[in-house]
């Protein structure tokens, strides 16, 4: 009995764990900005990408401006000009940086910041911030003023996006909560265990093979492709490049699984091989005893 309450308890632990995981992967990288942030800067130095974003900033702000004749010329100029090159100005990278803290605030508003109603039912990318370089730089180079909203959002993914992501910052956070019954049932595992290093082994082997589950996942998932987001060419491009990162990060945490399950593995080789060289020691010694 307490054999088999032990084989119960580790296999539950195993798909906490096979749980648990990904929800904090999620937790860290997704749902929180900082991680989010630091998630998509392999996006913002994509050229190719980037040359896309920043065309789509360019192309925005020319649809909102009406520059006078004497400079209408100048101006249409400078603006082909940092379709191209905006990418290579010094205030660029800020400038991503604030884009995606202001997506992700837009996206994910439970951090306390500003909600944006009409970014309520859709997943949108703000380029606002790479739309008031453009401006700063037109300003420069005609003297005019030039007036850009506050946002300006690309569709990324419609309602049914909007409602996952809205469950994914509902319940992801809860992680810890499946990590503990991770821990607590492997913990009740070892202690009903009248073996502990198969149970040990068994653990290691059953991760092993929870790891190579997740492997699966992310393969399947990033053949996916965008999974069917993206409203626009750039959104689509964008969801693409995020999905991408995201399976590449967290390809390090299935890594980290893998050395977790080859430690675990090898200490319950080790303790039932001691176990056994022991076991002929202790009861010769005690049959010793019995005879003095």
Do not use: C
């Amino acid at each position: 009995m307490r054999s088999f309450v032990s084989a119960i308890a580790v296999i539950f632990a195993l798909l906490l764990t096979g749980i648990a995981v990904p929800m904090a992967w999620t937790d860290a990288n997704i749902v929180r900005e900082d991680g989010f942030v630091a998630l998509t800067s392999s996006i913002g130095k994509d050229q190719a990408f980037q040359a896309r974003l920043a065309a789509t900033a360019v192309a925005s702000l020319e649809s909102k401006i009406n520059l006078p004749a004497p400079v209408e010329q100048l101006g249409a100029s400078f603006l082909k000009d940092a379709a191209a090159a905006m990418t290579t100005w010094p205030e660029y990278p800020q400038a991503w940086n604030e884009t995606v803290g202001r997506s992700h605030q837009l996206n994910f508003p439970g951090n306390g910041s500003s909600w944006n109603p009409t970014a309520g039912t859709s997943l949108v990318l703000d380029v606002g911030p790479l739309v008031k370089i453009a401006a700063d730089r037109l300003h420069a180079a005609t003297g005019l003023p030039i007036a850009t909203p506050d946002s300006t959002l690309i569709n990324i993914g419609g309602p049914a996006q909007r409602q996952q992501v809205d469950a994914i910052a509902a319940y992801a956070p809860m992680w810890w909560i499946a990590g503990l019954g991770a821990v607590l049932l492997f913990a009740l595992g070892l202690l009903f265990a009248k073996r502990r290093g198969v149970v040990l082994l068994f653990a290691g082997l059953g991760l092993a093979a929870v790891a190579a589950l997740w492997q699966m996942a992310t393969t399947v998932l990033k053949g996916a492709g965008d999974a069917g987001l993206g409203g626009t060419g750039t959104g689509g491009l964008f969801a693409r490049e995020l999905l991408a990162a995201s399976v590449d990060n967290f390809t390090g945490w299935i890594t980290n699984a893998w050395i977790a399950a080859g430690v675990l593995a090898l200490l319950g080789l080790f303790v039932v091989i001691f176990s056994r060289k022991a076991g002929p020691s202790l009861r010769a010694n005690a049959a010793g005893s019995m005879e003095g």
